[in-house]
């Protein structure tokens, strides 16, 4: 059974840095393309980034230079270090998992962006 744990949210000022954990097991993880998207309320679940079991990355526009996503094949972790946030960056994180065909979701962690 594939899990995927996400950690890191929380309440942050504006212009504060933030470090997400995603955390998985059952997963083929070093095999498994991984992603980070986002649904703010009343708005579509968007992706974030996107980094392939070849570690080559992507981005959204919306965090492009100001993100890093990062794996850690060795502790089946993903990263994504978000800095100079903005209160448009407030949403609910989730991390998934690409293996083959598959894909799995974590239950995701929320981020705010208030002063």
């Known amino acids: 059974q594939v899990q995927l744990v996400e950690s890191g949210g929380g309440l942050v000022q504006p212009g504060g840095s933030l470090r997400l954990s995603c955390v998985s097991s059952?997963?083929?993880?070093?095999?498994?393309?991984m992603a980070w998207y986002r649904q703010a309320p009343g708005k579509q679940r968007e992706l974030v980034a996107h980094?392939?079991?070849?570690?080559?990355?992507t981005y959204s526009d919306s965090v492009k230079g100001r993100s890093i996503i990062i794996r850690d094949n060795t502790k089946n972790t993903v990263y994504l270090q978000m800095n100079s946030l903005k209160s448009e960056d407030t949403a609910v994180y989730y991390c998934?998992?690409?293996?083959?065909?598959?894909?799995?979701w974590g239950r995701g962690t929320q981020v705010t962006v208030a002063s």
């Open positions: 059952g997963l083929k993880f070093a095999y498994s393309h």
């Open positions: 998934k998992a690409e293996y083959s065909t598959d894909a799995y």
């Open positions: 980094i392939t079991e070849g570690n080559r990355k």
